[in-house]
């Protein structure tokens, strides 16, 4: 049988728009001689699609589509994912369910067994656990059909298992042959490797072969690096799809080969084309063409310029320069240069003036606060003003440009350069964006070297650097790593040989902050924890100010 991976980039209710892609995708599949086309999970609404689940004219219009694609797909049969009712009387109303059907008929139903309930996950929020694993015969392959977490569960590859039963271990009892996967499965740098282990080790200890059909594109924070392949019974990837696009590959359970198409390189690599996709999809999905974003002269700005430049296109990109009388005259040089490398429009503004004129009105109340934190924030905030009435003139997407590093320790300004439409690097350190930079520099220079060499600084006050009140990023990524990502306490870091006295300030910082990234607008998600709504922390606690 040959078998087509379908992957596709869905928008959270758009039917009509998920729905033609699916026949699109079956009519190229029919086309390339295929007998089954298999697209991901809840692929007709899109995932996650959240409380719009709790609309239920949102489910009607899922199952409308759905029974329209049984209708008009015929000459190939169809694995989906779609939000189906829960009959019963008790449990949560709906079901997170896959179908097969073909030539007008449905021919084998699950429901996802497994809710996974942490990190950016909340399906028992909304869902009924299915209660079957019962495999199907379908073209003499004896198929055993899994969504998602339904596979994250083998006590061989996990020490601890969450949930007390193993769809896949219960369907391989059954004389399943081929295992089919269907996901909506949330990217984070490293994820595909620890992926493609687990799978490969149930491959191998069945050994039977396995399709992993994986959504992708950028849903809110929430990116899917697609990424679908298909294991041979040995456990080698016999076929692979694109990663950050929409793609289609095809695997012969016959030879059991299939089509190898490029993926990133790099973790580096990886990470980029994952911010580019991100960016791309949550300006467009929210009905965006255009964005606009202030260049400073420093990294963060530049970084966020070439991603939105490599998502949106130079034409639909604008730049600002707002300089102050703390703007080093390097800073007008670098940004000028930066700006033509790309080949955007530049605007310059300054807010000398402005500020002046804050200070004056203000002089009744206090004195002397230029270069206090109060005179630096009512600078951040000018410009966040500027840029905002460019947003809402010209019907522009404002990209703030704050790095995971500075928001952890509340090193921005509210109202003021946190602002904006969709926080791009907000979930990469400070070290990465350096990386990344070097990455984009790699076959031209991009960024103006200069940019990438200089000192961080806010520029908010004479000779101002960060260093001045941070650690080295080297060393303050290290710390956040260990307490954001990995949950390490306060003793633990200080064990891996950290300062104590730094350790303590910056875990104290964090948690001080944690009012100030509720505010935040929504960042791309690319770390195993991001400071969106799969970190959960209450803002007032005294837990570790005790």
Not at 424 to 435: A, E, F, G, L
Request: charged share 25%; proline share 5%.
């Amino acid at each position: 049988m040959k078998i087509a991976l379908a992957q596709i980039d869905p928008t959270i209710g758009d039917f009509a728009l998920n729905t033609d892609k699916i026949m699109a995708a079956a009519q190229k599949a029919i086309g390339l001689c295929c007998d089954l086309v298999v697209f991901s999970e809840l692929a007709i609404s899109g995932y996650p699609p959240k409380d719009l689940l709790e609309k239920q004219d949102f489910v009607q219009a899922n199952l409308r589509h759905l029974e329209k694609l049984v209708k008009s797909i015929g000459g190939i049969g169809v694995i989906c994912g779609f939000v189906d009712r829960n009959p019963e009387k008790e449990g949560n109303p709906l079901y997170n369910s896959a179908v097969l059907f073909d030539k007008g008929k449905i021919l084998h139903q699950v429901h996802k067994r497994l809710l996974p309930n942490y990190d950016v996950f909340d399906e028992k929020r909304y869902f009924e656990p299915g209660t079957e694993c019962i495999s199907f015969l379908y073209n003499d392959c004896r198929i055993g059909l899994t969504v998602c977490e339904d596979i994250w569960n083998d006590k061989d590859f996990f020490s601890r298992q969450l949930y007390p039963v193993d769809p896949v271990e219960r369907m391989i009892k059954e004389g399943t042959n081929l295992l089919i996967n269907i996901a909506a499965s949330p990217y984070y740098l490293g994820k595909r490797e620890f992926k493609w282990d687990m799978f490969g080790d149930i491959v191998k200890k069945y050994k039977v072969p396995l399709l992993y059909v994986n959504q992708v594109g950028a849903n809110d924070s929430v990116l899917f690096d697609g990424t679908s392949a298909a294991f041979d019974s040995k456990g080698r990837i016999a076929a692979r799809a694109r990663d950050f696009e929409e793609d289609m590959v095809i695997f012969d359970t016959q030879s059991q080969r299939g089509d190898l198409h490029p993926v990133s390189e790099t973790d580096t690599e990886s990470l980029l084309n994952a911010l580019i996709m991100g960016t791309r999809d949550y300006v467009r999905k929210c009905g965006f063409s255009r964005a606009v974003v202030g260049l400073s002269g420093g990294i963060d700005s530049a970084l966020t310029a070439s991603i939105a430049v490599q998502a949106l296109g130079r034409e639909n990109v604008t730049a600002i320069f707002m300089p102050s009388q703390y703007t080093h005259k390097e800073n007008f040089e670098d940004t000028r240069e930066l700006a033509a490398n790309l080949g955007i429009k530049l605007l310059n503004v300054p807010i000398d003036g402005i500020f002046e004129k804050f200070l004056q009105e203000l002089s009744p109340l206090f004195k002397d606060v230029a270069t206090e934190v109060t005179g630096q924030n009512i600078q951040a905030r000018i410009r966040q003003i500027i840029l905002m009435a460019l947003s809402n003139k010209f019907g522009y997407m404002l990209l703030s440009t704050g790095n995971k590093s500075e928001l952890a320790v509340g090193y921005c300004t509210l109202y003021g350069d946190m602002s904006g439409g969709l926080a791009v690097i907000s979930d990469v350190p400070k070290t990465m964006v350096y990386r990344i930079a070097r990455l984009i520099n790699k076959e031209r220079e991009v960024i103006p070297k200069r940019i990438t060499q200089k000192p961080p600084s806010a520029e908010l006050k004479p000779d101002q650097l960060d260093k001045d009140d941070l650690p080295s990023y080297e060393v303050l990524d290290g710390i956040l790593r260990a307490y954001i990502e990995d949950n390490k306490a306060a003793e633990e870091i200080i064990g891996m040989g950290f300062e104590p006295s730094i350790v303590r300030d910056i875990i104290s910082r964090v948690d001080r902050n944690e009012y100030k990234r509720h505010q935040a607008p929504p960042g791309l998600k690319v770390t195993t924890k991001s400071f969106g709504y799969g970190r959960r922390y209450p803002i007032a606690q005294r837990y570790l100010l005790a």
